[in-house]
C-alpha cells in the first residue's frame, strides 16, 4: 500500500484528533496515512497530508521542510483575535508548502488564508463524517464536556470548573447527565465534577465508536473541546458550544449554531441553563437544521477527497519516494539561518 505522510496531533490521548486520524483513513483508504509525530521530517513519502486540526500557520514552522506535494484537508487556522498577529515569516512558511489543494474547516479561517493569498474552500471537518450505530435520543439526557486542563483559553479554569459544578447540580433535578472527557489530562477535573455532583463520567471515552454512539443518544451536548461539538453535530445531537477558543465559535457557525456559542469568560450556569432552555424550546427546528448541514458537509467532505485522490494518481510515479537526502541538506542550508534568527526573535515553540 503507498504511503502518505500525515502531519496531525495524534498520539496524545486527545479522541479528537484520534477521530480526525480514523476519519481521513476512511476517506483515503486506498493509502496507508503514517503520522510524523512533529518530527521535522517526510521521511515516508513524497506526499504530506495535513489532516485537519487547528494546524495553520504553526505546524509548518514545526514540519518546516516542506514536501514535494502537500495538501490540506478539513483544516483550521489560527485566529489572531486570541493568537495575536503572526510573524510575516511564518506566513512565508505556509506559502513555501505550495498546497495543491487546501480544504478548510470553515469560513474564517477561508478569509484568513485569503487575507494571506492563500485558496481554499471551506469543506468542514473531517469528523463528521463518522456515524453513531444509531440516531436514537433519549429524552432529558444531557452529556457535558469540560476541559480545564486546557492551558490556553478564554477565561479562568477554575471559574470554568465552579460554574459547571453549579450547572450539573441544577441541571441533574430534571435531567440525565453525563460526564464527557476528550483528553486525558482533562480526566482528573471530570472526576472532581463528579465526586461534587454525583453525576456520572462515561470512562470508555477513548473509544471513538462508544462516545459517538453515546453522545448520539442524547438529546443535547453542552460542550467545550471543539470535537465535542463535532462528534454531537456528527452524531445529529443539538448542542450549546462553550468557547474556549474561536476555533469553536467558527464550527458552531458552520452548521448553524452560532446562537448557541457561549465564551468560557462569559460562561456562568445561569447564562448555560438560558441558552439550554432556548435550545429545548427550539429542538426540532435545530435537530432538522443540524442534520441537513451535516449532510450537506458530508457530501463536500466526500467530494473534495476524491479530488485530492485523483490528483495525487495523476503526480508523476515518483510521487511516492520521499525526498532525496540531498534535497534535505538544500533546504535546510537555505533555510535553516533564518529558522533560527526567527527561534531567537519570537515565542517559537509556542506553536
Known amino acids: 500500500m503507498n504511503v502518505i505522510n500525515y502531519v496531525g496531533w495524534v498520539g496524545h490521548k486527545n479522541v479528537g484528533d484520534e477521530a480526525i486520524l480514523l476519519a481521513n483513513k476512511k476517506l483515503f483508504s486506498a493509502y496507508k496515512l503514517a503520522p510524523e509525530h512533529m518530527a521535522n521530517k517526510v521521511s515516508n513519502s513524497g506526499i504530506t497530508l495535513f489532516g485537519a486540526g487547528t494546524l495553520l500557520p504553526m505546524w509548518t514552522m514545526k514540519l518546516f521542510l516542506n514536501n514535494r506535494y502537500n495538501y490540506a484537508f478539513g483544516v483550521g487556522v489560527r485566529n489572531p483575535s486570541f493568537w495575536g498577529n503572526f510573524d510575516p515569516f511564518v506566513i512565508k512558511q505556509v506559502k513555501r508548502f505550495r498546497f495543491r489543494f487546501v480544504g478548510v474547516r470553515g469560513r474564517i479561517s477561508h ?3 485569503k487575507n494571506w493569498g492563500i485558496a481554499s474552500e471551506v469543506v468542514g471537518d473531517p469528523v463528521l463524517m463518522l456515524k453513531p450505530l444509531s440516531y436514537r435520543k433519549k429524552e432529558e439526557k444531557i452529556a457535558i464536556n469540560v476541559s480545564p486542563a486546557s492551558k490556553e483559553m478564554w477565561g479562568k479554569p477554575q471559574v470554568l470548573m465552579k460554574e459547571t459544578i453549579k450547572l450539573c447540580k441544577t441541571l441533574k433535578k430534571h435531567h440525565d447527565l453525563i460526564l464527557i472527557p476528550f483528553y486525558v489530562d482533562d480526566v482528573p477535573f471530570m472526576h472532581k465534577i463528579s465526586r461534587e455532583t454525583g453525576v456520572s463520567v462515561f470512562d470508555d471515552w477513548m473509544n471513538i465508536q462508544s462516545t459517538l454512539n453515546v453522545i448520539s443518544s442524547c438529546n443535547i451536548m453542552i460542550g467545550q473541546k471543539l470535537h465535542a461539538i463535532v462528534f454531537s ?7 450549546i458550544s462553550l468557547e474556549y477558543k474561536p476555533k469553536c465559535l467558527e464550527f458552531a457557525e458552520s452548521v448553524g449554531y452560532g446562537k448557541y456559542n457561549l465564551r468560557t469568560d462569559q460562561m456562568t450556569a445561569k447564562r448555560v441553563t438560558n441558552l439550554l432552555d432556548d435550545l429545548l424550546c427550539r429542538w426540532d427546528h435545530m435537530h432538522e437544521l443540524l442534520i441537513g448541514n451535516i449532510e450537506i458537509y458530508r457530501r463536500k467532505l466526500k467530494d473534495f477527497a476524491k479530488r485530492i485522490i485523483t490528483d495525487i494518481e495523476s503526480l508523476p510515479n515518483d510521487k511516492w519516494l520521499p525526498l532525496r537526502t540531498r534535497e534535505k541538506v538544500k533546504y535546510k542550508l537555505l533555510y ?8 531567537c526573535t519570537k515565542r517559537f515553540l509556542k506553536l
Open 336 to 343: 535553516g539561518s533564518q529558522l533560527y534568527a526567527y527561534s
Open 111 to 113: 478569509d484568513l488564508l
Open 233 to 239: 453535530a456528527a452524531g445529529h445531537t443539538p448542542f
